[in-house]
């Protein structure tokens, strides 16, 4: 089947079982293995490059670089670089950015918060 | 920093920024390239393989036969075998994976519907 361009559809909605809709690129940034983590350490607030990195364990500094770029491009994360000596950028949510924030944490805390059942059904499963 | 492990947490709750704490590979398993695919599909009911094949445009067979697997082993996908010639085996979600699912449609949801308004960001993140 082939599927229709994005400003061919009289919804104008993304569809993500398309291999050619944006949509799923942009998924692929916020469900990231890091990007996701982001997210949730910016909502905090604004942090530095170093603040990321430290909070997110496991991180490298060549991933972390990567993962803003592509949030960045995206629209869901402001970067500001502040003309002091060293260098100092901050990175915070945009609003477009806080709005998916809500959906991910919904899907993070859920994860978090049902960690021992979840803990269980995976020693059932391998029974 | 070093992580307690999740039974030594007085709330028992996972944290997904310890780079040791189980939550994040079942994250990772639900928030996959495919795995947040199948979810959706498998949200619509129970289905045969290539069923699922046929509706997530781009999927390879071994990629969804891992891809299944691994949600299988968290207990959010069940995979039932019948006794017939040629085998016909079904896959469905279990209660867990309903639930997950409610947060992950709650995110592609979010996607789907405000995609023009996130190409429309992306643009302006490019000027």
Redesign the interface.
Known sequence: MK?KG?FDDPY????????????RQ???H??S?WG??VL??LRTGTHRFSALRD????VSERMLAQTLQAL?????VSRVSLPVVPPHVEYSL?P?GE??CD??E???D??????????Q??R???E
Chains 1, 2 share one sequence.
């Open positions: 599927s994005i104008r909605r993304g569809r993500l079982l398309s291999a050619d809709c944006p949509s942009i998924l692929r916020v469900t293995r996701l983590l949730i350490v909070q997110i364990e496991g960045e491009s995206d629209g869901f945009t477009l709005e998916i959906r991910v919904g899907l993070a859920w994860i978090e918060t049902n960690l021992p059942r979840l803990l059904a995976q059932q499963a391998a």
